[in-house]
């Protein structure tokens, strides 16, 4: 498993000698959410022969943010609320419970 509980898989394959040892795969980079820029390394492999192995892949995780639900509007508008003041929908009345 890696950041943000994605699970990251891997496999080690030789067609002439074998396997001697698999490779361990580690990830860095990114957010706690899993959003950001990531690099996949795969290290330690090699095969029967002797010969190591390594890879390593760099990807990038962005989130497709979709916009504000009622009563908050989207860019390019600024919203302006005071610090423990509700926010309210046009009609005036509060936001539904559970609504963000």
Known sequence: MT?????VRRST?????GV???ATV??????SIGVGSFTASCTGASDKAGNPGAAS???TVVYAFAGFFSPVDNPPVLNIVKAGQRCRSSGGSP???GRR
């Not at 950041?3 to 699970?7: N, Q, S, V, Y």
């Not at 580690?26 to 957010?31: A, D």
Request: net charge neutral; aromatic share 4%.
């Open 57 to 59: 892949a760099s990807y």
């Open 95 to 97: 936001t539904p419970t």
């Open 3 to 7: 950041k943000a509980g994605r699970a």
């Open 26 to 31: 580690s990830v860095t980079g990114g957010t």
């Open 13 to 17: 394959g030789d067609g002439l000698s």
């Open 20 to 22: 001697l040892t698999e």
